[in-house]
């Protein structure tokens, strides 16, 4: 057995020794659904905190490589959050994937830019979404479509996004949604 660091984890550099499946599922111990200390609501207030921390890193003009890294994986670990978080709706499920979907977009990948934008316009379809959910999942496909070299597809999500604005009633929601189409790289 690979020696144990004081909180039972493998001591640095043991963990490769370690080929023994059971042994490994020894030093883990947990899964995921024995992490009773999360509680629905530590995992709604951990979604919302790495979703802002996106976006600190989002708006970050002299982004790091290690920023880049802690950006993608941050967004995907708050969209993992909103899935165990308490109260959730599948509206919160499709703004995660809008943001996985930006991150990948900011970062000139399209092909899981065009994932998540997907799965977030699947969510915006749902009974639970804001006006602006559809108008933001028409952006997301937009934009990932750009990225993707598909600028006809871009061309045409960008019109639903501009004529998905008529329904949203709230000035400053629509106002956040025509900033976002108007930075489409189209």
């Known amino acids: 057995m690979p020696a144990m660091e004081r909180d039972g984890r493998p001591a640095a550099g043991e963990l490769a020794e370690a080929t023994d499946h059971k042994e490994i599922d020894t030093m883990t111990a947990t899964t995921l659904d024995d992490l009773t200390d999360l509680d629905g609501a530590m995992h709604r207030r951990l979604a919302a905190a790495l979703f802002n921390h996106v976006w600190t890193l989002l708006e970050r003009p002299d982004r790091?490589?290690?920023e880049t890294d802690e950006m993608i994986h941050a967004a995907h670990a708050s969209r993992f959050h909103w899935s165990r978080a308490?109260?959730?709706e599948a509206v919160n499920l499709g703004r995660g994937e809008w943001q996985c979907s930006r991150v990948y977009a900011v970062l000139g990948r399209g092909e899981p830019a065009l994932w998540h934008a997907?799965?977030?316009h699947?969510?915006?379809l749902?009974?639970?979404a804001a006006e602006w959910d559809l108008a933001a999942a028409y952006e997301a496909l937009a934009r990932a479509s750009a990225v993707a070299g598909d600028h006809d597809a871009a061309a045409d999500w960008k019109t639903k996004a501009v004529a998905a604005l008529d329904a949203i009633?709230?000035?400053d929601e629509r106002e956040v949604i025509e900033n976002d189409i108007a930075t489409l790289p189209i």
């Open 64 to 66: 790091t490589p290690a």
């Open 86 to 88: 308490e109260g959730t």
């Open 118 to 120: 997907r799965r977030c």
């Open 122 to 124: 699947t969510y915006a």
């Open 126 to 128: 749902g009974p639970s």
């Open 169 to 171: 009633a709230d000035a």
